[in-house]
């Protein structure tokens, strides 16, 4: 009697009520490691999309200081212009040596609900002709692009709003007031040759006011200022 009592222990399993305890543990701990590892995940993630916002913003400053530095003028034509709306920039082409003059414009625009800061730029221009023709299309890209003029644009950063100011005269002032136009002693040509910027068609400086839209690594007013490379270190 005693031995099968004994039998009847040693047999002795989990009860329903014990497995479903234990079920529920574990169930409960895989919850909590699952959470875990997506916080872990989603930091990662915002870490990485903060890492390419700095780097996308760095790079789109280095080429806005690249085109500028790249001026070029040609006679009796303008190699800067602000209108209020976007920024035109004659330069000189960096891709090979000998290469052409382009016309390069920035302007913002709204793209699926998002104010964009855009680049375009022109083809490689061999004639007077094709520079006063990209000279135009840039103007009319930064209000009513078209298909083949988007296919040129480039989106960088987001922004609420934009301003550029010129610096004349020992003091900013906005570039639609500001004096200054090219050498008229100078004689066109029907061949379109870099030369540099002129100190009479070219502003001491640039001062570009960015106001980055919010949701990035870095909102707020951002201020760059480009000076004119001939010009002192006193300004």
Known sequence: MLMRSHLRLSLHGFTLIELLVAISLMALMAVLSWRGLDGISRAQAQLQQRSDDVQTLQSTLGQWGADLEAMAEQPNHPSLDWDGRAMR????????????????AWALRNVDGVGQWLRWQSPELRSRGELDLAWQKAQIWAQTPSDEDRLREVRTVALDAWQIFYYRGNAWTNPMSSAGAPDSAAQASGDVRPVAASAESTPDGVRLVLNLAGGQAISGTLTRDWARPALGGGK
């Open 89 to 104: 920039i004659l330069r000189r082409g960096s891709a090979v040596p000998g290469e052409g003059l382009h016309v390069v």
